[in-house]
């Protein structure tokens, strides 16, 4: 699979605009703001966009345990997705964020799952749309008629026991998506207990991209994996299964296989030890 298979770019897509076999989809949140992503799309989006929220469409509501962002129903995800258009294997579909992939990548990473492989992001995001003067809308767009019947991938994900079981064998790699302050236990923003899980290694999601939110070159992502080329396994983790997909994303770019998501994360982890 081509690199094109993975990233978009604005130019391309504002030339696919009124091309009625993609679907575009606004992922644009904020961690502690829930409703700043929606109020943000309503203002302004990319014209014919659609809106998810993290929380209430992407995740299902949190409980004791599970993490922060628990893995999402999946049939209401799926009666969403085929509301926008969507249908299985077939309609080509484009996800946008604001900030380096980190919302994007999860509805990246869901589709795939699913079973609909024809999923791309927009390079540079929203706001690498707006800074080069594509066009914008406020008009919310309308439901579709869509054939989303999905067929997930029970094997690309892994919860905290098959994790405690698997961390030590030396064929599987574990990787901390975090900051480097909060995987050291330096810093915690947001988990009552700072740390990692015993075991991972540290691969800070934000290495995917520059700055300005582009992904870098496919030498600099090989690079980032190198050292993991010969694992079995490899089972990726950030604090609520949300950012981790953004180095799964860069895995599945370089073609390293039998990659896994805990979605809990480091929030489900640590809710254990509380």
Known sequence: MSILSFI????????????????????????????????????????????????????????????????????????????????????????????RFAFAARLWWLLRYLGHDKVALLDGGWHSWQKQGYPLSDQLSQPRSGNFEPSPHADWIIDIEGVKSRKFLPSVILIDSRDRDRYRGEHEPIDPIAGHIEGAVNSPWKEVTNDQGYLLPLVDQKRLWQDYQQAEEIIVYCGSGVTACVNLFSLALVGIPNTKLYPGGWSDWCSYLV
């Open 8 to 99: 978009v770019s604005c130019e391309w897509l504002s030339s696919q605009l009124t091309n009625s076999k993609i679907v575009i989809i606004d992922c644009r949140f904020r961690l502690g703001q829930p409703d700043w992503g929606y109020q943000a799309y309503q203002s302004s989006h990319i014209p014919g966009a659609y809106y998810l929220n993290l929380d209430q469409d992407l995740s299902s509501p949190v409980a004791t345990h599970g993490g922060r962002h628990p893995f999402p129903h999946l049939p209401s995800l799926a009666e969403k997705l085929g509301a926008m258009g969507i249908i299985l294997g077939e309609t080509l579909v484009v996800a946008y964020d604001d900030l």
